[in-house]
């Protein structure tokens, strides 16, 4: 799920429903300026004309300016075919520290849209003064170009993400009308991705990354990531360890976990955070639900048990099943913020009203308004498939989900349906070979890197933030106790002193601060 995404499901949580099916295209005010910042650093000479490059900068409103960036198609092939790394710049002015990268999660999230959007928001303002703050569409996503491009028609789109089926869940049958879905969707992003389909991995983003902090003027790395975005500074940290300077990697992945086995933990995580939520509303009038918390689980696993026999129908026609269910659902929890929506939810789900549920699965596979899509999902897929072992491990999908189902008893299986097993039917029957990267993440050589942590993350559970922590040999941990999915620049003092602190005077904290 997008938890290894979303996170923009995983980019800052409490600007995750405003980002998730929005799409902002400022128009620039024309003014071009082409400036050489490169740092001149020795590099092999078929990567000079990457390393050396010349940017030209488009104003677009107030600080926020863009670019593109230009890097090899394949990193084993610089001399060949090129892409282009769109970038937008929110900049500090004088008495920068140099540029911030940032990523703000996914596979799929856009950083330009986070940047340009956001920036006030993202980090805090010390560190807006400190550093211009850099966001870049990793290769294939939102206006890099090409763009990966699965479906063109919204209405397969559709039929892709909310299409029911005449097997019921959980049946061989169900698995083989998936499969032969997945097929055309997966023949599809070949057809209109071409060869990029290929070179969309972390090693090849990790290796982009340098080329953008080489020709913004930095000598070192300074870099943001939240969730995903973690990975991409983790293999970053591997690949490039002495070209590293302050590093903070919020709501961390542990990049050694194969994909069955994260999705099993992080599935374990909504269903830690649903049992959180429901402590929360009992404590409310009007909580639709009765007795303990554990009862109220139970009332949710309920609903979802029998919703597919109630055959509800949204206001626009499309059919609401329990996968969707557990999609909406899922969505509410990756902030405490969206609590009172989970609650309306439920509420309508009572008076067979599925208008707010889909709504919520909307946000989650940004969805727009209009019924249209931005390329966040299919990204997700295709880089999962592109990076993991999830369609090559040897697990059917039906066991896959038993095995979810017995890490996450309430919720994961539902949410599992339209996630897990659609990526693994896909990854299955992926037109292009899983990436040789990394099998360990030590970054040997680095300074010290600040992983940020939080106990009850649904997304990337706090688990994994302690072992990401120990395989980096200069790892950090900073812990926040509480909700949500991510926390940097949040509200929470302890956690932005501490991060602020480390960025602007490079201070590491002595001991693990435990933040509340």
Request: with cysteine; glycine share 10%; proline share 6%.
């Amino acid at each position: 799920m997008r938890a290894r995404r979303l996170v923009l499901a995983a980019t800052v949580a409490a600007l995750a429903l405003l980002l998730s099916g929005c799409q902002f295209f400022p128009k620039p005010n024309g003014t071009t300026t082409t400036v050489t910042t490169h740092t001149e650093e020795a590099v092999p000479s078929p990567l000079k004309r990457f390393y050396e490059q010349s940017l030209t900068w488009k104003k677009q409103s107030g600080s926020i300016d863009s670019t593109f960036v230009t890097v090899p198609l394949t990193w084993d092939d610089p001399a060949g075919a090129t892409i282009k790394i769109a970038i937008a710049r929110h900049s500090a002015g004088s008495g920068k520290l140099g540029s911030l990268l940032i990523n703000p999660g996914g596979p799929g999230g856009s950083g330009y849209d986070f940047v340009d959007q956001y920036a006030n928001y993202i980090v805090t303002p010390s560190v807006l003064k400190k550093y211009d703050i850099i966001g870049f569409d990793p290769r294939g996503v939102g206006r890099s170009r090409p763009a990966i491009t699965c479906y063109t028609d919204p209405k397969k789109e559709d039929k892709l993400l909310y299409g029911t089926y005449s097997s019921p869940y959980g049946t061989q049958g169900w698995i083989d009308e998936l499969t032969a879905v997945e097929k055309d969707w997966s023949a599809a992003c070949l057809k209109n991705t071409g060869p990029l389909l290929g070179h969309i991995d972390a090693e090849s983003n990790a290796r982009d990354m340098d080329v953008i902090r080489a020709v913004l003027g930095d000598k070192k790395m300074h870099y943001l990531g939240y969730s995903y975005g973690t990975y991409l500074g983790t293999m970053y940290a591997e690949l490039f360890p002495t070209k590293v300077d302050r590093m903070v990697l919020d709501g961390p992945i542990d990049p050694l976990v194969g994909q069955l086995d994260s999705l099993a933990t992080q599935m374990a995580g909504f269903d830690s955070a649903l049992k959180a939520y429901m402590a929360d509303c009992m404590k409310h009038k009007g909580c639709p639900f009765t007795g303990s918390v554990d009862n109220g689980l139970h009332q949710v696993r309920a609903i979802l048990d029998g919703i597919d026999a109630r055959h509800l129908v949204g206001s626009d026609g499309r059919a609401v099943d329990s996968a969707t269910v557990g999609t909406g659902i899922s969505y509410t929890l990756y902030s405490q913020q969206s609590w009172p929506d989970l609650t309306q939810m439920f509420k309508d789900l009572a008076k067979n009203d599925a208008d707010s549920t889909l709504q919520n699965a909307d946000g989650y596979n940004n969805r727009g308004p209009d019924g249209t899509y931005d390329n966040e999902t299919d990204v997700y897929a295709a880089v999962t498939c592109a990076e993991s072992d999830i369609g090559t491990d040897g697990v059917t999908p039906l066991e896959g989900l038993a095995k979810i189902d017995a890490a996450a008893p309430i919720l994961g299986k539902y949410f599992a349906e339209d996630d897990y097993a659609v990526l693994d039917t896909a990854c299955s029957n992926w037109p292009e070979p899983v990436a040789k990267l990394p099998t360990t993440f030590d970054a040997k050589g680095a300074p010290p890197i600040l992983v940020v942590a939080t106990t009850n993350d649904p997304a990337t559970p706090y688990a994994g933030g302690v072992s990401l922590s120990k395989q980096l040999s200069s790892g950090v941990l900073l812990t926040h106790k509480g909700e949500g999915h991510t926390v940097y620049a949040q509200g929470d003092d302890c956690v932005d002193n501490t991060v602020d602190a480390y960025l602007i005077n490079g201070t590491v904290p002595a001991t693990d601060p435990m933040c509340n």
